[in-house]
């Protein structure tokens, strides 16, 4: 059974994801801040091997800790969704607020690597593996 790592897999496109995966055969290591949503989404996929990681993708060390804490079940990733992020401030840039681009960068890109670095070794080891990302 191949192994789909999931960022933001506690609503929207990465929920989806994570339902299409399970129902694809996948086990699945599904990741959020919110644990609750993820545990709702674990129950809903009753019959789908679930793992949950909670930890804000902007956090290195968290990121590092919860990846390295995978048990041996679910620790050979094949599939890295990185989908995790947000749509902070859509004004123009003239009228734009500084927090929200740093908000972005911060998640939509600063955690896309973050989590790349930590989920990445594993696969090169076995020179498997898959990587997705966000469009934006
Ligand atoms: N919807 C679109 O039309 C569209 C278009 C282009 C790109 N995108 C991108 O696709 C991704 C998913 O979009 P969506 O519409 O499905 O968004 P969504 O429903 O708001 O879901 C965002 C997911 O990312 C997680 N997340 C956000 N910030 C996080 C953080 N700092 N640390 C850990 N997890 C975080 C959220 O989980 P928690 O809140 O539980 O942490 C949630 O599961 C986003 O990156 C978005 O920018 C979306």
């Not at 299409?20 to 993820?38: I, P, S």
Request: proline share 4%; hydrophobic share 45%; aromatic share 4%.
């Amino acid at each position: 059974m191949k192994t789909a790592f999931i960022t933001g897999a506690s609503s929207g496109i990465g929920r989806a994801t994570a339902v299409a995966l399970g129902r694809a055969g996948f086990k699945l290591v599904l990741t959020g801040r919110r644990l609750e949503r993820l545990q709702e989404l674990a129950r809903e996929l009753a019959d789908v091997p679930t793992h949950l990681l909670t930890f804000d993708v902007r956090d290195r060390a968290a990121v590092e800790a919860a990846v390295a804490s995978l048990p041996a079940e679910f620790a050979d990733v094949d599939v890295l969704i990185n989908n995790a992020g947000n749509a902070h401030g859509l004004a123009p840039i003239q009228q734009g607020d500084p927090a929200d681009w740093d908000a972005m960068l911060d998640g939509n890109v600063k955690g896309l690597l973050y989590v790349s670095r930590a989920v990445l070794p594993a696969m090169t080891r076995r020179n498997a593996g898959l990587q997705a990302r966000r469009t934006c």
